[in-house]
């Protein structure tokens, strides 16, 4: 993760949107076909566009009054207890018109491409009924159809028990894997499937009952594990060889044990950590032991509302111990394999989408190191430079 | 601190750089003059300027080594011990000319505008030597002419013990107090006196000679004190009745009560405590003492490379649960008051500076909320709405 390659003086030629040759500055003029314009992006440092592996950035309502009330003392889960938490922003998402949800999706989807994210995973999960849970994933498929930004969409019905299935908790899990799990993967709405595994959210059996299910109908397995206490999801990861597990706050050496013998990309959220001030997952244990650690931001209106890679990467740096080349490969490459994508996104190769941020900085270091500020200058996604308004 | 005084639907009249006149919205055409020309500002939230009551902003030279080192789990103090640090900036400042450290001065001063703020506290101390300490307070007067920003210049001479007295540190103090010192005073170079007193930099009884000689000849007393140890910084600055004290994460039951007895400030610095993962400043017992907090960012190469306001409110909030309220008076209001600037600016007030920002979100609570993005829409400096290129 610290062999980040870089290339002083390159050049990088784009046809159709994708990175056909990299090579030496001077050598450009040989590779390029006759119509080709050049760009001199000299004055600035070029990576890969950022991959955000793990958001919920599809949602209505925003919670700043919650934001407010953890300054006063009150926890995230004390606040999720009265009634506020996720099923607040399941009021307001139920409520919302797919129109209304896409709207408001396309403005944050315009920034985090300005702020330099070029792919970005979106999960359902603030409907917890068939027909909102839909509303989402119909409104991140025509997201991903009518916008720029490369959209990995998963289904995460199972984002908490509904008020209505309190009391009975199993018809939940049978609507999930009886009546949604095989109509989205009739109509490739998802191409994952997660699960909040947690102590008041979903049990262990659960999650694996869920996503066996999902796996059975062709969708790729994904955790929300260890968040809050350690109840078994890192092991049912694993055992399910899950694309990714995240969170990981509270991973166990067995876990971590577990992840080892497993492709299981591990997703670390250090925003949420940030935002919430709860405790950090173990990074430098988890990227010592050998694991591809990927950092996203969870965007979401409760327990993080950034949608900023660089500022997860200074989070990463200066509370997890991340060095700024683990935080970038973190940010890209590895990112990219918790989405499956790797072969297409993630770093600057030939082959892959021409998706590169052009940043205005002295080297690649101030982009962790210089925080608090945009430091992106032109951002090129699948060949494009675009312009922003 | 929590009483914000906020007012739905209202104009503000402004003429000649100051606010004439506040109230309702449908009462504003009354009160204008015959030439006024309206903005309508009813899409967004407007607020004073940020002051950020403490930085470093003039010097040469950045540290993003170092923040790699710290990643590594070398500590800023062991840093300082083998000649990073302070140090470190202090040699690339004295090797820059004063038209290099104003140059890279004013794309910062651009930045932090554009982000909000209006006022700046601006240190030297990065040349611990006659030369470059009168460089650097020329470059801050020159910034302070040339430049939009209201500006406070604050000689800090006394910002570590410079390599060539290292075994004779009396003979810099006496550097400091009989030439430094009269030679700024008479030039009115700075407006502020201010001494790191912390182990390892400046003893109490140095900074209260250097202190005294300051006030005899005008210039008002600031301090860093309490930051690694609470070595009597605090007692000192409130016995001098000092502007203002800074940092204060190590601040003492005793200290926060000398300071109830005094005029001071107390200025935190969240984001220092945020960079070095260092413990944070008791905000919320200082607060609950009735002491008006200021934040600031202590914007410098080191140990807080940002100039944000709102993001040192997220972490305001975040890590030292302050309330969205607190810290925009905080931010505002209260670090007016840390540069004896309260009359003039750090509120939306009659006879005040119109140093106004028009914010793009739904309320004042996303500025802290809504993290790692800049909401500024337009900023109105001494009357006049910027425009940035």
């Not at 409104?139 to 720029?148: F, G, M, P, T």
């Not at 009391?167 to 998802?190: N, W």
Request: include cysteine; charged fraction near 20%; glycine fraction near 8%.
């Amino acid at each position: 993760m610290r062999e980040i390659g870089v290339v002083e003086d390159a050049s990088v030629f784009i046809e159709d949107g994708f990175i056909r040759w990299i090579g030496p500055a001077g050598d450009v003029s040989t590779n390029l076909t006759d119509d080709a314009t050049i760009f001199d992006a000299s004055a600035y440092v070029a990576l890969p566009g950022f991959v955000d592996a793990h958001t919920h950035m599809v949602f209505a309502g925003s919670r700043e009054d919650e934001f407010a009330k953890r300054a006063e003392g009150i926890s995230y889960q004390q606040i999720a207890a009265e009634g506020g938490g996720i099923l607040s922003t399941v009021r307001a998402t139920r409520a919302a018109s797919k129109k209304e949800l896409k709207k408001a999706a396309v403005r944050r989807l315009d920034q985090m491409l300005k702020h330099g994210t070029t792919t970005v995973e979106i999960k359902s999960g603030y409907g917890l009924n068939e027909e909102t849970e839909i509303k989402m994933l119909e409104a991140i498929r025509e997201l991903s159809d009518e916008h720029l930004m490369t959209i990995a969409p998963t289904f995460l019905g199972a984002h908490a028990i509904p008020p209505e299935y309190a009391e009975r908790r199993e018809g939940y899990i049978e609507l999930i894997c009886d009546r949604m799990l095989p109509y989205i993967a009739r109509r490739k709405l998802a191409r994952f499937c997660d699960v909040f595994c947690e102590e008041g959210y979903f049990t262990v059996s659960e999650a694996r009952l869920i996503l066996e299910k999902a796996m059975s109908l062709g969708l790729e397995p994904k955790l929300h594990a260890d968040e809050f206490t350690a109840i078994g999801g890192t092991p049912l990861a694993a055992t399910l060889n899950a694309t990714s597990v995240d969170h990981l706050e509270h991973i166990t050496s067995e876990g971590i044990e577990v992840l080892m013998n497993s492709d299981t990309v591990p997703v670390l959220l250090p925003g949420v950590s940030f935002f919430l001030k709860n405790p950090y997952a173990p990074a430098r244990r988890l990227i010592d032991a050998g694991l591809p650690v990927a950092i996203a931001t969870d965007f979401n209106p409760g327990s993080c509302m950034s949608f900023s890679m660089p500022l997860m990467m200074t989070i990463a740096c200066t509370q997890m111990r991340m060095t700024p080349e683990e935080a970038i490969t973190a940010t890209t490459l590895n990112a990219a394999a918790a989405l499956g994508l790797s072969s297409k996104v993630g770093s600057i190769e030939i082959g892959k989408e021409a998706d590169i941020i052009l940043y205005d900085v002295p080297n690649y270091r101030f982009l962790a190191y210089h925080f608090g500020i945009n430091h992106v200058a032109h951002v090129i996604k699948h060949g494009v430079m675009l312009e922003f308004p």
